[in-house]
């Protein structure tokens, strides 16, 4: 009897495919690496972040010891190279001819103001008034200055009036400098202070900084005011960043009276 063809061979089913083995070693060093990585990014943040702070507590050299780091950073309090304060003659609220050669054996606190200001110079009025409630039995050694930035209200009843209101006539050595035109904006100059006026009705936009004048007629020191706005725009400062301007102010200005 003839014989049928022979069936195929059976063939196993297939095999899924083999993976590659990863010797445990490998998965350690992956490992190892990882955490090196996270170990060096957590170093050069923490690092990052102290040399911020450092650069934020620095405390430049050749400033008052009773002032500490934090107030000269908020006063942005620099010290200057000794060099004379430009000398002036202008007239202050009270219509008195006066000159900063005047106030010799005096520690002087200078200031550029706009007697139409709505914006920084009342905040810095404030810290006038309070500098000078600060001082103590020093404040008959200190006086306080302004000069006039603003070529529109440029009248010594400009002065009298800015005065009145802000409540400087408080202090006793307040003395509010006007003058013609032409000699305000010579002393604008000497003290590097830039003024822009767009019209009788606005704000003038200065350069304000506070300078420290000690009692031999020498630049000592100078510091940035600084302000804040409300939504609407209205200027203001913290009560505590207030109040220690004020302290700050009194602290270099008995420094340099004493």
């Not at 529109?152 to 409540?167: C, L």
């Not at 005011?225 to 009560?239: F, I, N, R, V, W």
């Amino acid at each position: 009897m003839a014989s049928g063809p022979a069936a195929p061979p059976a063939q196993a089913p297939p095999q899924p495919p083999r993976r590659a083995r990863i010797p445990g070693r490998v998965y350690l060093g992956v490992v190892l690496v990882l955490v090196l990585a996270v170990g060096l990014l957590t170093y050069l943040a923490v690092r990052h972040r102290q040399q911020q702070d450092q650069l934020l507590n620095a405390r430049p050299p050749g400033l008052p010891a009773s002032i500490s780091t934090a107030l000269a950073n908020l006063m942005q309090l620099s010290p200057v190279p000794g060099k004379a304060a430009p000398g002036f003659t202008l007239t202050d609220q009270a219509g008195r001819t006066l000159s900063l050669a005047s106030f010799r054996g005096h520690a002087v606190v200078l200031e550029f103001m706009d007697p139409h200001c709505t914006d920084i110079c009342p905040i810095v009025s404030r810290e006038f008034i309070d500098a000078y409630r600060d001082l103590g039995a020093t404040a008959s050694r200190v006086v306080f200055l302004a000069v006039n930035v603003n070529p529109y209200h440029a009248k010594v009843a400009d002065m009298a009036a800015y005065s009145a209101e802000q409540g400087l006539n408080t202090i006793p050595s307040w003395h509010f400098l006007t003058g013609q035109l032409a000699v305000l904006r010579a002393v604008w100059g000497r003290y590097g202070v830039l003024v822009d006026a767009p019209g009788p009705d606005a704000d003038v936009i200065h350069t304000s900084a506070v300078y420290f004048i000690d009692p031999s007629g020498h630049e000592r020191f100078v510091a940035e005011p600084m302000d804040d706005h409300t939504a609407s725009g209205t200027a203001y400062l913290p009560a505590g960043q207030l109040t220690s301007w004020g302290h700050g102010i009194a602290l270099v200005a008995r420094q340099l009276a004493a």
